[in-house]
Structure formats: structure tokens, C-alpha cells
């Protein structure tokens, strides 16, 4: 009998880090589902990428902030399972979509707070809720969290411990469907040179070199340095990881 292809749905895909982990994840022979919020054109383009390497792939809108979008979501997703690969489920789901805010404690606004709980924390939340019935048994989930929750640097709180609720909800999701086989890790990156935060890390050339100076190995990361980790939890070869935080930060503050 042929072995099925597994199917993973990336959060977030169409850019950063998003864009790295399917593309890694399509190299290890996974087809890939990635959504994107306003750049239809760089999910279409990371979509004909992976369909170059010779796997199928796909591109949904998500708007990871509105929770009472997701059942049409939902809906969308599973017409395109059906469609595209004659399935209805998936087996790795990589909540990546997401957005940060430089400011201070005392001048963080109710918006940005509420902004940042939304998409980083509730959106996480409740679309792993949503699409629980479609995750296959023994599949896997990967939550993005952050170096940020174990180093502080300022002007990162509200982002900071949105994060942490994920990797403490990334252990109670490992608790709760581990008799499904389902397993969820948390990826914590450190600071990565994308557009991330108006791209601070990557454009900025005094934050970039105070980075790489608080690094081990001596530079600030790629996209390319996470999207391998996050594509390697979603192989058999990690299959009794379950329940941890990774951090992949080449070394940030040791």
C-alpha cells in the first residue's frame, strides 16, 4: 500500500518564518496548506515554489485575530482538503501567524495590548481548538513562541508574555490529546532578521549588531536557521518529543 502523504497547515506562510518552515517542510516530502492575511501575491508565490519541488500546495486568507472567522475558515480549509488531496485532515498544523510591539510597559496602550492577545494568544487558542477534529491521530503541532520568554530586553512585555501563555498552553494541548498521539512543541526563535517588528533586528544596524554581540555564534538568525526545526518536529524522527520548549537562537544571553 502507498504510503499518504502528510499535509501541514502553516499559519502565517506567506513570509519570514512562515515562509521558511513550509518550504522546509515541503522538502521533506510534506505538502503544505499556508494562509496569509493581506499578501495573496507571497502566498501565491511560496505556493508555486513547493509545487516546483513536486509537492501540492495551497494558500487560504486567515485573519488570526478575529475568532468569529474561524468556522468559515474551517469550512474553507476542509473544501480545500477535499479538492486538492481527497482528504479531510490534515496532520501537522504550525502556529506561526503573528506580530510584535516595541513599547514599554508604561506606555503600552489597551489596543496594542488587546491587538497582541488576539493574534499571539487567543487566535492560537482557539483555531487549535477549531481544527482539533481535523488534526489526524499521531499528527503534530507546533506553536511559535519566543526567546523573549526567557530574556528580557525592553520594550517587549505585552509580546513577551503572550508568548509564555502559549508554552504554557503548548504543555496542557500535549496533556490533553497525547492519547490521540498528537503531539505539541513549542519553538521558541531568538531575534531573526525579517520584517518582523517593522524588520528592527534586519534593518537596523545598531540593533543587529547588539544582537549578534549577546550571541553565541556571533550574528543575529535567518529565516532559514528556524524553518528546518520547525519542519524536523513534524517527522517521525521527533516522534517521542512532546511537551518541550526548543529555543533556536544560536546561543542568544547565555
Known sequence: MEKQTKIA????????????AALALSRKGIDVIVTYYKEK???DTVVQEIER?????????????RVASFDHFVSRLSDVLQSTWGRDRIDYLVNNAG??????IASTTEEQFD??????????????????????????IVNISSGLTRFSFEGNGAYAAMKGAVEVLT??????????????????????ATDFSGGRVRDNSEVNAFISSKTALGRVGEPQDIGGVIASLCTTEMSWLNAQRIEASGGMVL
Open 9 to 20: 497547515l502553516v499559519t502565517g506562510g506567506s513570509r519570514g518564518l512562515g515562509r521558511n
Open 41 to 43: 501575491d507571497h502566498a
Open 53 to 65: 519541488g513536486g509537492r501540492k500546495a495551497a494558500a487560504l486568507q486567515f485573519d488570526a485575530g
Open 99 to 104: 506580530f510584535g510591539v516595541n513599547a514599554p
Open 115 to 140: 491587538s497582541l492577545m488576539n493574534v499571539n494568544f487567543k487566535g492560537v487558542f482557539f483555531l487549535t481548538q477549531k481544527l482539533l477534529p481535523l488534526i489526524a491521530d499521531n499528527g503534530g
Open 171 to 192: 504543555r496542557y494541548m500535549a496533556k490533553e490529546w497525547g492519547h490521540r498521539g498528537i503531539r505539541v512543541n513549542t519553538i521558541a526563535p531568538g531575534a531573526i
